[in-house]
């Protein structure tokens, strides 16, 4: 949710349901659509923190073409999983 809001969400951060839909096909997109709003709400100070690091990373890895280029008005190209594995990869977590 992280990546397609910060990346696709423009100035309100809405989600493309969509795309998140072609990621995750295991997953109904009408359960995370519902459980999203709790989830956000419950995670809200991780959650900011993750966007935040996410941003940084993501800026400075773009920047050195570590990462492939965006179409923003064909989001459905947007490879979601190779992002994530990137995100994950990346991110130093608290042992």
Wanted: aromatic share 10%; net charge positive; no cysteine.
């Amino acid at each position: 949710m992280i990546i397609v809001r910060t990346i696709f969400g423009n100035v309100d951060r809405k989600i493309n349901w969509d795309l998140v839909r072609k990621a995750t096909p295991q997953h109904l997109p009408l359960v995370l659509q519902r459980r999203w709003p709790r989830a956000r709400d419950v995670h809200k100070t991780h959650l900011k923190k993750l966007q935040s690091e996410f941003e940084e990373m993501y800026l400075a890895a773009y920047a050195n073409d570590e990462l492939p280029a965006i179409n923003l008005k064909d989001p459905m190209r947007f490879d979601l999983p190779l992002h994530v594995k990137w995100f994950r990869d990346n991110l130093e977590l608290p042992e």
